[in-house]
């Protein structure tokens, strides 16, 4: 089921997606010699959101993110400190876009597709990076899992999303970087287009439902989706 005009509702995940998290590996080369230690970082961050959604607990991501940092650390033997845990949240709250975000978000809604985001991250409207990019004007509502106290891909957050606009999820697609995304959305009823970032792959698992587009960037899922229907 599709809304009015015949077009699903686009909901698009924030880090790595839309936002450019590899602008932190500086931080991460001052404080562990190697800008890498950042994707460790990342995979332990989504590792520990979502065990705390399993295990019926909540923090906050950017709390569970400076803890995670501290925890990384200590695996490596080095003590993180105050300064660094407030420098990561600095350099989240600056991250940029990737360079195709803006003319592919642009052109979905100028084609009258209507736009969405749906984040792990809480609203934080002092150090909002998309409203510094100047793109939080293209969604028409902006969504944090903070409201359910789950993490994607939790079923709880995409139905959240379907429950506030009043649609059906089948109305929907989940626009993600990350598997795992899409992986919950599909699973929640939604459509899904999955973007190959580097880095990022679909899981070709027998039985497991694949993303209904796939693409390395933003502007070939834009394509994808106007082929369809535009």
């Given amino acids: ?25 500086p931080l991460f080369e001052g404080i562990f010699g190697r800008g890498n230690a950042m994707r460790e970082w990342f995979a332990q961050l989504v590792l520990y959101s979502q065990a705390l959604s399993l295990a019926g607990r909540y923090a906050p991501f950017n709390v569970l993110g400076g803890a995670v940092l501290r925890m990384v650390g200590a695996t490596h033997d080095l003590t993180i400190s105050d300064d ?61 899992v903070d409201a359910v106290r789950r993490f994607k891909p939790a079923h709880e957050t995409y139905a959240m999303v379907a429950r506030e606009l009043d649609l059906p999820a089948a109305s929907m697609c989940m626009i993600a970087a990350h598997v795992w995304d899409t992986i919950g959305a599909q699973s929640a009823g939604c459509m899904a287009a999955l973007v190959t970032r580097p880095g990022n792959a679909a899981l070709p698992l027998t039985g497991l439902a694949q993303p209904d587009f796939v693409g390395p960037d933003l502007p070939s899922i834009a394509e994808q989706l106007l082929e369809r229907w535009d």
């Fill in 1 to 25: 089921m599709l809304i009015a005009n015949g077009k699903p509702v686009l909901v698009f995940d924030v880090n790595e997606t839309l936002l450019d998290i590899d602008a932190l590996m």
């Fill in 84 to 144: 660094d845990v407030f420098a990561l949240g600095a350099g989240i709250a600056a991250l940029p876009l990737h360079t195709d975000v803006a003319n592919a978000l642009a052109r979905l809604q100028d084609a009258n597709f209507r736009l969405f985001t749906l984040t792990n991250s809480p609203a934080d409207h002092q150090a909002d990076p998309l409203r510094r990019a100047g793109v939080a004007g293209l969604f028409e509502r902006r969504f944090t």
